[in-house]
């Protein structure tokens, strides 16, 4: 029993030394799976790529706890929101007026309200749906404190239930089906720190494992799609980005390349994110598309990460003032 608490353990505190490798690999697959969105597809295995989102998920819950219990619930906030929310403004500028809306439309842009289909048009569900996680986070937090495991089975339980019975776009199916894991990474950060006997330890983790693989299993057997029963693979992709962490110490340069990667996924993501808005504006060839994808990815992800430097120096200098 305490070898294998050790063995959880060290998979544990890779998730803190290596966050930025598994970040870099998270943001792969994501664009990757994005290839799919004009028809490229490299390998039939990254239409499943999307999980890496899951994996960000997963982190943003864990990483969320420790900010939340350094800082003030108003500096918790504060740090959140300058986070996400600078690139998230731009993008939704460029997005409104490429969309062409109205003074009110994009004012419903800016404020996310377009998630809730409250005017505006679509801008990019993702960032709206991390900062509406992290102003529920709190609920969440005192909520794994609590009750723990008992929690997360009844969160996976309402998201199913709500998926199944309740009429939602797909953005909002995107993010109510990777809340599950949100609060799996805030109850791991409760397992990791506080003082619970290894005997208990060893029951979350597996317990978690087994989800995990059983939700795989259906997948593969009876090729099951949708969001809950496909992201709540997330743990076994946890422990294959593990195993792939070990054998990539071997390639220190190439660890390395995707740390850097991770450390930058966000304004990654954001490029992205705005270079398939754009090429749905021109129409191409798949091998067109393919490397005007890469080419403007690749340009535009400086730009936001120039960006969100200047935004958040000038911020600095207005405190300080």
């Known amino acids: 029993m305490i070898a294998n608490n050790v063995k959880f353990d060290a998979i544990s505190n890779s998730f803190l030394s290596n966050r930025d490798f598994y970040y870099g690999l998270s943001i792969i697959l994501v664009l990757l799976y994005h290839t799919n969105c004009f028809g490229y597809k490299p390998l039939p295995l990254f239409s499943y790529g999307y999980l890496g989102v899951d994996v960000f998920m997963f982190f943003s819950g864990l990483g969320c706890c420790y900010s939340f219990e350094k800082y003030s619930l108003i500096e918790f906030y504060r740090r959140r929101v300058k986070r996400i929310y600078p690139i998230y403004f731009s993008f939704s500028v460029i997005v409104s007026i490429l969309g062409g809306v109205s003074y009110i439309g994009w004012i419903c842009d800016l404020f996310g309200l377009w ?40 969160i996976i339980v309402t998201s199913l239930l709500l998926l199944s019975y309740v009429d939602l776009d797909w953005w909002q199916k995107a993010l109510l089906g990777r809340i599950p894991m949100f609060y799996l990474g805030i109850t791991w950060f409760f397992v990791r720190t506080k003082n619970i006997n290894s005997e208990n330890k060893n029951k979350f983790y597996i317990f978690s494992y087994i989800i995990s693989f059983i939700s795989l299993i259906f997948i593969l057997i009876k090729g099951i799609k949708g969001f809950i029963s496909i992201d709540m693979t997330t743990p076994f992709i946890l422990i294959v980005f593990f195993f792939l962490q070990s054998v990539f110490k071997r390639v220190p340069r190439l660890q390395r390349f995707i740390s850097l990667l991770g450390k930058y996924s966000f304004q990654l993501f954001a490029a992205n ?49």
């Open 115 to 154: 998630f809730f289909n409250i005017g505006g048009i679509y801008v990019e569900w993702y960032m709206v749906g991390i900062l509406l996680l992290y102003f529920l986070f709190p609920i969440f937090y005192y909520l794994a404190f609590y009750i723990g495991l008992i929690g997360y089975i009844a």
């Open 273 to 321: 994110a705005l270079t398939l808005y754009l090429l749905n504006y021109k129409s191409m060839g798949v091998m067109e598309s393919f490397v005007v994808y890469a080419l403007f990815t690749i340009l535009l992800t400086p730009c936001f990460v120039y960006y969100e430097k200047v935004i958040n120096n000038f911020v600095m200098r207005k405190r300080v003032v």
